[in-house]
């Protein structure tokens, strides 16, 4: 019975993991490249070393998991034990992922963006289509995979989470230079929401004896997507209608605002110090509303598939599901509206400028979410030679004990500059050994040992002039286009 509910629950937790495989902080291997007018979007001090550049278009993407091979496959021996084998030390994976496993997804389209030089500062303007979803998954999933329901135990599910919010920005930046040292930046972002899901539990705790099963809930599920959903008459959601979409239905109804702040100081010619707070906003949701909220202690008597009958999960589970809905008492709300604090990250740099074109740099990021905090450093080494060439190498280190590496590269040819980002590429692989049910070995190489986090980024720039401040001398050795 135990491996057939690991089974089930495990696949359940992957298809989870997969599913978001397609949350917007961008490269960290973008910071100090500023050949690359992108840049600015992770500190908006940084000034494009360009009179003018057109972006046509932007293009990102990252998925972040500790769901990763390393923490959910592990040797033993000649072979390799998964949760669903005897013998899999759960107590490691706990110790990896705390009270909850979490998965963050980010994509952005930045369809078009362009900046210009003015005299003693830089404005950049810019459209982007935004999907940032974090979902964290409660340890009583794995738990319940690895001794299944015995009598007496309980589970906590309260730090269960589904954030996801789906938004247009609209940005208008600019970077003032104060003195010959010293620059600061501001990004205005105007939102406005297309659909999100937002998840709050005060208390979700399962209770199993041999008598009956008992659970306490105090939740609500915020919503705001464009769908008609229809609750029975015993509480549950019995259908969802998806009617024809039109912009007019969200489109300035689900408004917000957010800035990111940046400053930027020049010790001297060699040490360069940098800060920015970005994504500090929200966004609220007054249409298309769906909330569903549930208060309460609830108690069934179990099901009456016996727990012998393996051939029959599918119903055991099926009745489960069933048994829950049908003392559950749910509320559904279509006027109650919510706002959606974005997740800030703030950047803390320090480079070194060996030369007019090479720069080493630190870098420290941390994001802020609902329920943890990610923070992680950087290490690189950055070209920017201003003509034709830029590029990035860095090691980044999580402080959950993730080493990656990352690479920058960005090619210029006339007023054309194409660019590429790829960061926290595992460094460690592992060859793993599969059993099947004849005991056959099977060989599957070059598996990486963790992918906490992989994230790329790419677009297209019309770069004219070469240039950044009027107060920085370009270098004598690349002309201007």
């Known amino acids: 019975m135990k491996i057939f509910i690991r089974k089930y629950i495990l696949l359940l937790l992957l298809g989870l993991s997969f599913a978001f495989s397609a949350n917007a902080q961008y490269p960290a291997s973008l910071y100090y490249l500023e050949n690359i007018p992108q840049s600015n979007f992770l500190n908006p001090a940084m000034v494009p070393r360009t009179n003018f550049f057109i972006g046509i278009p932007t293009i990102y993407g990252s998925l972040g998991t500790e769901l990763s091979p390393g923490n959910l496959i592990q040797p033993n021996g000649n072979t390799s034990l998964n949760p669903l084998k ?106 406005f929401g297309t659909a999100a899901v937002i998840t709050k539990f005060n208390n979700f705790s399962l209770n199993t004896s041999e008598q009956e099963w008992s659970y306490n809930i105090d939740g609500t599920i915020h919503g705001s997507f464009p769908a008609d959903m229809y609750i029975g008459d015993d509480g549950v959601v019995d259908s969802v209608d998806v009617p024809e979409i039109s912009p007019d239905q969200f489109i300035l109804k689900n408004p917000g605002f957010a800035f990111d702040f940046g400053a930027v100081y020049e010790i001297d010619d060699k040490w360069i110090f940098s800060a920015a707070l970005n994504d500090v906003g929200f966004i609220n949701w007054n249409s298309n509303l769906n909330n569903i909220s549930s208060k309460g202690n609830y108690s069934f008597q179990g099901v009456n598939v016996p727990i012998t009958d393996i051939d029959n999960m599918e119903e055991l589970f099926t009745e489960m599901g069933d048994s829950i809905a049908n003392t559950i008492e749910v509320s559904h709300d279509t006027t109650q509206s919510f706002r959606q604090f974005l997740a800030p990250k703030m950047y803390l740099g320090a480079a070194y400028n060996v030369n007019h074109y090479f720069t080493v740099g630190f870098l420290s990021k941390t994001a802020f979410y609902r329920k943890n905090i990610q923070q992680e450093l950087t290490l690189s080494a950055n070209v920017n030679m201003y003509k034709f060439l830029t590029t990035s190498l860095s090691y980044n280190l999580t402080f959950s004990g993730y080493n ?51 994230s790329i980024m790419t677009g297209l720039n019309i770069i004219i002039g070469a240039n950044g401040f009027q107060n920085e001398p370009i270098i004598d050795a690349y002309s201007e286009f």
Request: aromatic share 14%.
């Open 86 to 191: 005897d013998g899999f030390n759960y107590g490691k994976l706990y110790k990896r992922i705390g009270k909850s496993a979490n998965i963050d997804v980010e994509a952005t389209v930045m369809p078009i963006v362009f900046g210009w030089r003015g005299k003693r500062g830089y404005v950049t303007v810019g459209v982007s289509e935004k999907i940032s979803a974090n979902i964290a998954v409660p340890k009583a999933f794995f738990e319940m995979a690895e001794i299944g329901f015995p009598d007496g135990s309980s589970y906590d599910f309260s730090t269960i989470g589904v954030n996801t919010i789906a938004y247009t920005e609209l940005s208008l930046g600019y970077t003032y230079q104060f003195s010959q040292r010293f620059r600061a930046g501001v990004h205005a972002k105007a939102l």
């Open 404 to 454: 990656s590496v990352g690479l920058g590269l960005g090619f210029r040819g006339g007023p054309l500059q194409w660019y590429l980002m790829v960061d926290y590429v595992p460094i460690k692989y592992n060859d793993y050994n599969i059993v099947d049910s004849n005991k056959e070995v099977t060989t599957v190489p070059w598996i990486p040992d963790r992918l906490d986090r992989i």
